[in-house]
């Protein structure tokens, strides 16, 4: 069912559920209807406060039939008290058929249990011989914490992004061939851990601290990102 309400802008479109629950999940393991059908799409929204140790507590999507898109949204103040990295996160996305695209989200200040995630893309089980995780012109403050984990033997890729914590990729693999793994134009301070066998085609990587203002998550002067 189409959401009859649909906002234009994330400061102002909150779903916020007060540190009393986790806040959004959506399943679909129906494979009925067309292409478009099957897809979930979630853009605009404000994610915040999300507090459960089952499942991600901000934003969890799992579509066992087709597409995820999630664009223009902002995840923070998030618990989660999970060690399960599936389950222990902020964002978890999971696909087992197609690809899951995240572009244009800002997700900071999320916390919890140490083995906290603030995104997980996962496609354990996969039917699809070449499905994509694709993740461009979002920024991820976790110092210290996980930032980024891949699970899969899908192609990887991040475009443009500021990654502030750890980023995992192909942690989880059981597939028989490796992951293959595109970073182009990061920001990613951190060194990039890689459980298994993994392809890392890393061109025009910063590894240098992008400067982004606490407050306001805009550049300072002589950030290396105007490059």
Sequence with gaps: TNCAFRGSDARTTILDAQGLSAVLRIDRNSSSGGANARSISVSNLTLRNGNASD???????????GL??????ILHGHRAHRSDP??????SLNSSSASIHLRNALLYDNGGH??????????SGS??????????NTTILAAGQQALRMRG??????????ILGQVNLGWGNSQASPPVVRRVFN???????????????????????????????EPLPGSPTFN
């Excluded at 140490?114 to 496609?123: C, I, N, Q, T």
């Design 187 to 217: 920001h990613m301070p951190a060194p990039v851990a890689e459980s298994q066998l993994t392809i890392d085609l890393d061109t025009g990587n910063e590894i240098d601290d992008p400067q982004i203002d606490p407050s306001t998550f």
């Design 153 to 162: 033997n899908n192609r990887f890729d991040l475009f443009n992004n500021v």
């Design 127 to 136: 039917v699809n011989t070449d499905p994509s995780f694709i993740v461009t």
């Design 114 to 123: 140490p083995a906290l995630s603030h995104v997980m893309f996962d496609s």
């Design 68 to 73: 995820i898109e999630v664009s223009d949204v």
């Design 86 to 91: 599936w389950y222990g996160a902020a964002m």
């Design 55 to 65: 499942w991600a507590v901000g934003l969890r999507i799992s579509n066992y039939t």
